[in-house]
C-alpha cells in the first residue's frame, strides 16, 4: 500500500521543537534546510564560500584574495585599461576598486599612470615584480583549480563554466 506522504512526514525537519520542548540540535548537519535544498542560489552561494576557502588557502602564502587577483589578471591581460574599465569589466564598485589598487600600489604590483588624454583618469599597469607575482599566482590559481575539479569532477567544473559563461 502506497502512501502520500507530505514532504514534512518524508524529510521531518530537526529544527522543529518536539512537542516535550526538547532543545534544537546543535550539529549542524542535523538541521533541516527545508526549501533550500531546491534552491540554485543557495547552492551557489554555498559553492562559492567552498570556492573562496580554498581559494584563499591555496594562496595563503602569497596574500592575495580572489577579487585581487582578478584585477591583476585583467590588468595583466590589459595593460593601460583605466579603473572605470576595469571596475565595470569585473563588477567591483569604484571605490572598493580605489581601495583595493591602492594595496597592490603598497605592494609594488600595480602602477598607475595619469591618462595623456583624459586627465581624471589613470592607466593600470603591472609593475616588474607584479609581472611576476601574477606568473606565480595563476600557478596557485590553477592548482586551486585542480581542487575544484577533483571536488565536483572534470565533466562537470567544464559544464559549470558553459551554463556559467553567460553570467561573465
Do not use: C
Amino acid at each position: 500500500m502506497t502512501t502520500s506522504a507530505t514532504r514534512a512526514e518524508r524529510h521531518p525537519s530537526p529544527r522543529k521543537r518536539a512537542d516535550t520542548g526538547a532543545a534544537r540540535p546543535h550539529d549542524p548537519d542535523e538541521i533541516g534546510l527545508d526549501a533550500l535544498v531546491g534552491h540554485a542560489g543557495y547552492a551557489v552561494r554555498r559553492f562559492q564560500i567552498w570556492i573562496f576557502q580554498d581559494f584563499i588557502k591555496t594562496l595563503g602564502a602569497v596574500d592575495i584574495r580572489p577579487t585581487q587577483y582578478s584585477v591583476l589578471t585583467v590588468i595583466g591581460a590589459n595593460p593601460g585599461l583605466s579603473q572605470m574599465a576595469v571596475a565595470k569589466r569585473l563588477g567591483i564598485e569604484r571605490a572598493r576598486l580605489v581601495h583595493l589598487l591602492d594595496s597592490l600600489e603598497q605592494r609594488k604590483l600595480v602602477r598607475r599612470i595619469k591618462s595623456k588624454t583624459d586627465r581624471r583618469s589613470h592607466a593600470l599597469h603591472l609593475t616588474a615584480p607584479g609581472e611576476t607575482a601574477l606568473a606565480k599566482f595563476k600557478t596557485l590559481a590553477a592548482e586551486h583549480e585542480r581542487h575544484v575539479e577533483a571536488k565536483i569532477g572534470k565533466e562537470n567544473r567544464e559544464r559549470l563554466l558553459e551554463i556559467l559563461a553567460g553570467f561573465t
